[in-house]
T-cell receptor, first 113, second 112 residues
Framework: SQKIEQNSEALNIQEGKTATLTCNYTNYSPAYLQWYRQDPGRGPVFLLLIRENEKEKRKERLKVTFDTTLKQSLFHITASQPADSATYLCALDRGSGTYKYIFGTGTRLKVLA | DAGVTQSPTHLIKTRGQQVTLRCSPKSGHDTVSWYQQALGQGPQFIFQYYEEEERQRGNFPDRFSGHQFPNYSSELNVNALLLGDSALYLC???????????FGPGTRLLVL
């Protein structure tokens, strides 16, 4: 069956370090993958999208990689700050002809001052 | 420019009751998707509306129904509420041909 896995354990890192979050998927062939940030009690906020033919995408301190062979995406936050503390969700499209996004369970990141 | 808005913010119902949640999409957006997010889980796709029609549906029973109005706003209706329907209900809007979804703040539903 189709599955998306994100590390359910919270990730604690020191301020200034690089946070790396993982999104693995099985039995999908997504055309693109998205990362969202979600704060407690709020809706997800779109951060980055990477397509299947792109290896890497950057936006300010954020970097996303997409390895369709490994079926994995890595999400990096460099020079992390306490304000980066949140839950980060990855989402995949179901492929052409569908409009449904499948979300992972999210990884909670805590940046310690 | 107002983002996606949802009402109410919180709601308490009892088992067997019916509930209606409302969503106004971001200005210029004509597509609305609804998601259910249980505590500690990722959002689960319920359905998507475009041009006042349900375009796609996730694995939710017929107790979950929706509607989209000519002004693109949308409602989510849930009948015969179960305890397991307690969750954060999220609305997301987008423009056809773009992949980015803009989420509202959600409606927190508690079923007792």
């Amino acid at each position: 069956s189709q599955k998306i896995e994100q590390n359910s354990e919270a990730l604690n890192i020191q301020e200034g370090k690089t946070a790396t979050l993982t999104c693995n998927y099985t039995n999908y062939s997504p055309a693109y993958l998205q990362w969202y940030r979600q704060d407690p009690g709020r809706g997800p906020v779109f951060l980055l999208l990477i397509r299947e033919n792109e290896k890497e995408k950057r936006k300010e301190r954020l970097k996303v990689t997409f390895d369709t062979t490994l079926k994995q995406s890595l999400f990096h936050i460099t020079a992390s700050q306490p304000a980066d503390s949140a839950t980060y969700l990855c989402a995949l499209d179901r492929g052409s002809g569908t409009y449904k996004y499948i979300f992972g369970t999210g990884t909670r990141l805590k940046v310690l001052a | 420019d107002a983002g996606v808005t949802q009402s109410p913010t919180h709601l308490i119902k009892t088992r067997g009751q019916q509930v209606t949640l409302r969503c106004s999409p971001k200005s210029g957006h004509d597509t609305v998707s609804w998601y259910q997010q249980a505590l500690g889980q990722g959002p689960q796709f319920i359905f998507q509306y475009y041009e006042e029609e349900e375009r796609q549906r996730g694995n939710f029973p017929d107790r979950f129904s929706g509607h989209q109005f000519p002004n693109y706003s949308s409602e989510l209706n849930v009948n015969a509420l179960l305890l397991g329907d307690s969750a954060l209900y999220l609305c997301a809007s987008s423009i056809p041909g773009t992949e980015t979804q803009y989420f509202g703040p959600g409606t927190r539903l508690l079923v007792l």
